[in-house]
């Protein structure tokens, strides 16, 4: 039987972290490295005004003149997009689709910003200043945020209200009915406070919430957003460092479309500093599953009722990752279960968030690698995840089987690439070995492309490609297949950025 | 305060208030004895005027006993009456058991108030849907109390020294600021919530705090507004009111204080009834007052009686009882006090009306060699429930029939520490002492029951005591006014003991229901059929509990912080 897709349920439930941007999107650090768009790797020009981009799977290139200098880029989410930042300054939206690349409107912006922070669905960013923000300007405001509608054209700049700290990350939650209208609410967090604006009413005022008393000193720093539904009631948990409990924020009062309506707040007992949280609407209603590293266990919370049953895992966990499956006593029932691990150790432990509370630590069930965790990627689509467990080992993680399957590599890993729907998994070692691993049958195909120590694997997931990009004064790029890596000569381009110069 | 004292704080329907008051015990008098409360009970002979001013004189013979004659008024001087202190005659001393909890919340129909100084609000939780509302009331506030019935609170704002009266409704919150001419740190309603006492209590001033109206009293009249500044003797302890309400008594260390608040029109001088026949043994004493407002009564330390004094005439007669009373409480007629021999091994029953002036209406009981030092009498005034606190004492309870002064004793299983009636009068809640040591390393079976919190539930028809002993210290205590119901609270943060306890007072059934964190008070919603219990926490968190004892408990944190989300 064929696994159900996970990931379409933990995103719609509830998570919105800081942390969720796909790895396959991820931005390079260096933008000469180069993205990697659904069709396509695009490499912003600095110095030239431009974007250079290849098709993979026609090899076809081709450069784009930007009306302003480009200082960051940020892929959407759905790899159909580019959003430029420069120094007009401003924000150059591009759109990609298979065989066409064209400049979609521009956004001329007053403030400085270095962060963008899609919606889920893509349509809707918001930028602020963030860590990454390149001081183009002798002074920037880092409270001030511009929020683009990328479908219409339209921004706003404004500057949110301050409490003596900035926006630390920006979370943008799923679009949803939310106090008697849709809504699509943003939290900005900040240490001791969060500032919670609409995408949908991007002129309405943000409504703070102050997170600790005026007179407490400690930095309650929220990290992680996740939404659930409370009584019917939209809900935000908010885990925090240097707090024990969860601020759980709900919206049950309805509230005019144009304003930014006020939650209640209440406080969920987290355990002792819990690590993550996710939320699951269980049969019994939504419950919070927040990880306790002190004892080291899980947290079940009801926040209706502010109950908190605690569990102990017995192996040191931080993360959870929930999942659906189907359910090993009716397999025609699906199930919520979830995996919780810590990085730097061995061990990960499945949970059956169903039947926990119930059965408590009898619905956990222990499983040790065979090396400490250094990260692990689940592999969308599917009931299974990647962990690193070595520089040379990975090892992966059946959620239905409950196994955990060890890959000795030949090198150093370098690189790893996750297939959008899971069902690949592509690696780069240190040794130069270019590696395609299907994740259902772990069975995997390699070749060998000699570039350079830092050069990037990109995956071009619609045009079936892998690009190794060389950074550079000119970029010289390796294309290869996603499959048969052992039957594929690797198609060569050097000097990308100088396609065209003669011409020009 | 003791644990009968507690109780009358607690109970709803308790329809004489001391609130916010702690109420003044004899502590000096070497045995000690809970104050009483003011009792609802037998009306007894008509009020008389117990706010009449003195009257105005030429010679001493125009003033009663113990009053002269000076610059045209009466002056209270006292008589010789009063025996010097008896120290050898009180005897060891009971303990008491403190309850006093300051910042209680208010519970109004539906909903739970709770004062928020740091932010400067009030937070209202209802009870049912958990909606919280913040409102702005003024700087600091502290004291909140229910008008009753009615989802109105009143709120001293500790530090703008205003009273602001904050009514919760559909259609929206509304606050009315008065303005208060002192500094004040406590706050009473009487009965019917039309009139607010704002006075300030010195046992809880804070370091540097504003002390100066340590004698005055502002009397808010909460409909139209008006403030009426009243001095009042020294240092109030409490503020009761007679039973129809209409009198205020304020019982200070001068005497009790006599207001009637409907009659004020500006500032006055109350006038404050000395309570001991000494002039300067004003202080330290334990007064109870009948509903209503006709006498006073109290004791003092070493004092081998009690003074008696008819509030209207204003001369207090020492009536002597061959021996120090450890307590003198109310019997529910509202005229007798009861006051216990100890040392003698006796009760007195004293007509507060006729005691001075006929010793022979004194009724003595013999307790037949029983070593009992306080009493409860329980709401129908047919059984008084008899105990001692002192250590080492034989555990147990005696019942007194005071009808026919049948005496039925009733073992213990551990020494008590308080006793509390629930307001049918037909079960006693009896707070136990504990010995030194853990429980859970005791080597024998008595040591494990002697190092044991507990209490014992005693239905006082048949005798049966069920001992129930507790993780930790019970205290909270409240009675459902219209139920065999209580909750008590156990809190030890140390050992992370935090729950609250349902008592079904019929069949004894007793089941813990745990909580998020220390507890702190309780309170009932009779009307949406809840209890409540505030915890301990940086930011505020109230539980609410079915009465039920079915459903599930439900829990709001942080409900402070609602008042920064703006």
Known sequence: MRPAPILAWVLTLAVTSACDRSATFERPLDPSAGYALAHHAAWLLRGQHALATLQPATMVQSRLALPAEPVQAFVSPAGDGLLIIDDGPGAQWVRFEANRVELGPRFALTGTYGEAWFAPEGDRVVLS???????????ANPNQIALLDLDRGTHVERTLRSFGDRPRAIVVGPRASVAGAERQLVWALADRYMAVFDLLAPEAREVVVHLTLATDTRTVQPRQVVVGEVDGAYTAFVRADAADDIFALSFPEASPADEVPKPYLNQLPGGQRPSDEVAVALAEGTRVFAVEPSLPGLSIIDPVTGARLAVSAELPVQHILAFEAPRPDDEAAIGHFALLWRTGSAGVVFADLDRIEERRGRALTPLVLGGAIAALDPLPGRRMALARTSNQQLTVLDFDARTATPLDLSADLLDVLIDPTGARIYLRLADAAVISLDADTLTATSTEVLVGYESRLLLVPEAGRLVLSEPGDTIDVAVLPVTDLDEATPIVRHGLLLEGVLDR | MTLRAQLGLLALGFALAACGAAAEDAGAAGADEEPSNFRDGGAGEGPQEPGARAEACAFDDD????????????????????PPPDGADAGPREEEVDFVQYGRPAAGRAQVFVASPQTDSV??????????????VGDEPTELYAVPGEDTVVVLNHTSDELAIVTAEDTGDSVRLIALPYHFNALTLDPAGRFAFCWFDLSRALPGEDGSAVQ??????????????????????????????????????????????AALDGPTAARTVPVAPDVFRQADREVILSPDGA?????????????????????????????VPTDLDLLPDGR???AVLRSIGQLALVPMDTAAADPETIRFVDLAGRQVGAAVADAAGEVAVLYTTVAGAPPRLTLLDLTTEALVDLPLR?????????????????????????????PTEADLIARSDGYSLVDLRTGFVKLQTTPAEPFGLVFAPDRPLAMVLLADPARRVASVQRIDLAAFDVRDRPLGSTPEAAGLLPAVERAFVTQTHPEGRISFIPLDGEGRVETVSGYTLNGRIE
């Open chain 2, 123 to 136: 937070v209202r939780i209802h009870a049912e849907t958990l909606a919280i509302g913040v409102i702005e």
């Open chain 2, 216 to 261: 005055d009293v502002a009397v808010v009249d909460l409909a139209g507004g008006a403030v009426s500044p009243v001095a009042v003797g020294f240092r109030p302890r409490r503020v009761g009111f007679t039973a129809d309400g209409r009198i205020a008594l304020v019982v200070t260390e001068d005497g009790v204080s006599v207001i009637d608040p």
């Open chain 1, 129 to 139: 200043l963030g860590a990454g923000g390149a001081l183009s300007a002798p002074i």
């Open chain 2, 336 to 338: 007798t006090a009861l």
């Open chain 2, 63 to 82: 003033c009663a006993d113990g009053y002269v004659c000076f610059g045209g008024q009466c002056i209270f001087q006292g008589t010789d009456a009063l």
């Open chain 2, 414 to 442: 551990k020494g008590v520490r308080g006793v509390a009636l629930d307001p049918s009068g037909g079960v006693a809640f009896v707070l136990h002492d504990k010995a030194e040591g853990d429980p859970a390393a005791a």
């Open chain 2, 295 to 323: 006498f006073a009564a109290s004791r003092g330390p070493g004092e081998p009686g009690v003074t008696l004094v008819e509030l209207a005439e204003g001369v207090p007669r020492f009536v002597p009882l061959g021996a």
